[in-house]
Every structure is written in C-alpha cells, then in structure tokens.
C-alpha cells in the first residue's frame, strides 16, 4: 500500500498565529513531498517540493518565509504557515513520492482545511 | 511552460451511461501522466501511464495514453453515482519530480 497521513484534518486559527500541519508517509520512505494548495473549484497549485535533508523548493509567488517547510526524515514534512491572514485560508494537501521499479507515483494526504478568522 | 488541459470541465449523466474524459498535454521530456479521483478530499490515485497504446484497467475504470499525438483518456463504463467527483489528469516531466494538474472534469452522475 501508500498511505499518507495529514494532521490536522481541519485548523480553525485567529489571524496573526502560526499554524503547523504535518504530512506522514506511514508505509513507505519518501525523500520527496510536495505541498499544494486547492482552492474551491480549482485544481492543486504546487507551492513547493520538499526534499528530505535539504531546503524546500519553492514555485514562483510563494513566499518562503510565510510557509516555511521543513522534512526532517524519510517520513515526515511539516508546513508551518507563519503570522496566518484570512486569505492564507485553503484547503492544504501534501503527497508523497514513492519510488517504485522505473516509475514514481505520487500519493496525497487526505488534506488539512485552515481556516483563519 | 508545461502545460495540461482537460475536458469536458464540467459532465453531467445518467446512471449506467458510458463517459469519456480527456486530457491534453505539452511537457518538455515527458516521464508519465497520471489521473487521479477528488471527492470531498484529497486526490486519490487511479491510473499512471508512461506508454503510448496501452490501456490500464480497473474494473469499470480503463485509461489508454498517445505520446504521439499528447492525450489520454480515462473511461468510465456503466456509470454509477459514486463515479461523482472530479478527475485530475497531471504530467510529470522526467527530472522534475513535480506534477503538473490539468483543471480538472467535474462528473455528476444523476440516478
């Protein structure tokens, strides 16, 4: 299997506080997680990959200090939305790479939906 | 830029019908395309095809790629109304790990 977990699910915060979510491969390893971004309606923006041991790559428009990323091992990637504002409310969804024989597949967490007052 | 399109957006059918839904797209050094079902959450995975002609099935569910021509389709046959959600169709392009999503198709099927 590939399963990826999310924490929290939903995250109600006041504007101005930091929020943390949290991304779990729990069967497998991943070197490689990714952090999106849904609108209603909309697809998946990519905000940024993250690379176990290394800094996040960043897409272009998203600020780096505000979401601050850090994979500290082969199973967990955190995203911490720093000094929240109402417009950072969105429904946030990690994957996770899984490499398999000569071909990679993405599996995404359930999502974290933020919520800023 | 690396780009993905989808369609219909938006599909709307009766139960037991036959859908088709497409995806168009232009990447540099293509690596694989893969769909994907979102209901309420996330995404979950459904099909990744990294050769021209070979269909991939599952149950009701089947999905043939053309490298030549930059499209797939997914196919969904005797449709029922948990079918209702919508299909990603995302390209990841060799080297860049990422995936690039097409809009998405947006299926309702009425009873």
């Known amino acids: 299997g590939a399963v990826v977990s999310q924490h929290p699910s939903w995250v109600i915060c006041k504007s101005g506080t930091s929020v943390k979510i949290e991304c779990r491969s729990l069967d497998f390893q991943a070197t490689t997680m990714f952090w999106y971004r849904q609108f209603p309606k909309q697809s998946l923006m990519l905000m940024a990959t993250s690379n176990e041991g290394s800094k996040a790559t960043y897409e272009q428009g998203v600020e780096k200090d505000k979401f601050l990323i850090n994979h500290a091992s082969l199973t967990l990637s955190t995203l911490t939305v720093t000094s929240a504002h109402p417009e950072d409310s969105s429904f946030y969804i990690c994957?996770?790479?899984?490499?398999?024989?000569?071909?990679?597949?993405?599996?995404f967490g359930p999502g974290t939906r933020l919520t800023v007052l | 830029e690396d780009k993905v399109v989808q369609s219909p957006l938006s599909l709307v059918v009766h139960e037991g019908d036959t859908v088709t839904l497409n995806c168009s797209y232009e990447v540099t050094n293509f690596r694989s395309l893969l769909w994907y079902k979102q209901e309420k959450k996330a995404p979950t995975f459904l099909f990744m095809l990294?050769?021209?002609?070979i269909e991939k099935k599952s149950g009701r569910l089947s999905s043939i790629l053309d490298k030549k021509e930059l499209f797939s389709i997914l196919n969904i046959t005797a449709t029922q109304t948990g079918d209702s959600a919508v299909y990603l169709c995302?390209?990841?392009?060799?080297?860049?790990?990422?995936?690039?999503f097409g809009q998405g198709t947006r299926l309702t099927i009425n009873p």
């Open positions: 990294t050769s021209s002609g």
């Open positions: 995302a390209v990841e392009a060799s080297g860049a790990q990422k995936l690039v």
């Open positions: 994957s996770a790479r899984k490499q398999g024989w000569g071909t990679d597949t993405q599996y």
